[in-house]
């Protein structure tokens, strides 16, 4: 059974930087597509970042571009997600979430497309 724990989440202030980190275990890592998602208090769970297994392939919402850098290191089975520039509505509960055997260059958006999903870990961004 995959596992996913995330770990990073802290309160920043507008304009900060943080990574976030997301160590998969009980799967091969290169195996999945991997992506996170936050969740904002009263608002569904939306697309942040996804990058296909190989990591040759990412994908980002919108008002992340530019902004954030997902990446992925299987031989260490993490997956990173750095945010520049956090703005106050960055704050939430990021989840890390994995689909197994994917297409190479699949990086879906949808959060019914990924089967596993961390605990979460919590970002706030307050001036």
């Known amino acids: 059974q995959v596992e996913l724990v995330e770990s990073g989440g802290r309160l920043a202030q507008p304009g900060d930087s943080l990574t976030l980190s997301c160590v998969v275990s009980?799967?091969?890592?290169?195996?999945?597509?991997m992506a996170w998602f936050r969740q904002a208090p009263g608002q569904v769970r939306e697309f942040v970042a996804a990058?296909?297994?190989?990591?040759?392939?990412?994908n980002y919402a919108e008002d992340v571009k530019g902004r954030g850098s997902i990446s992925r290191d299987n031989a260490k089975n993490s997956v990173y997600l750095q945010m520049d520039n956090l703005k106050l509505a960055d704050t939430g509960v990021y989840y890390c979430?994995?689909?197994?055997?994917?297409?190479?260059?699949?990086?879906?958006?949808?959060?019914?497309?990924?089967?596993?999903w961390g605990q979460g870990t919590q970002v706030t961004v307050s001036s």
């Open positions: 979430a994995a689909r197994p055997f994917p297409l190479t260059s699949w990086t879906g958006t949808m959060s019914s497309e990924y089967m596993h």
């Open positions: 009980g799967g091969t890592t290169s195996r999945l597509a």
């Open positions: 990058v296909s297994r190989g990591g040759d392939s990412v």
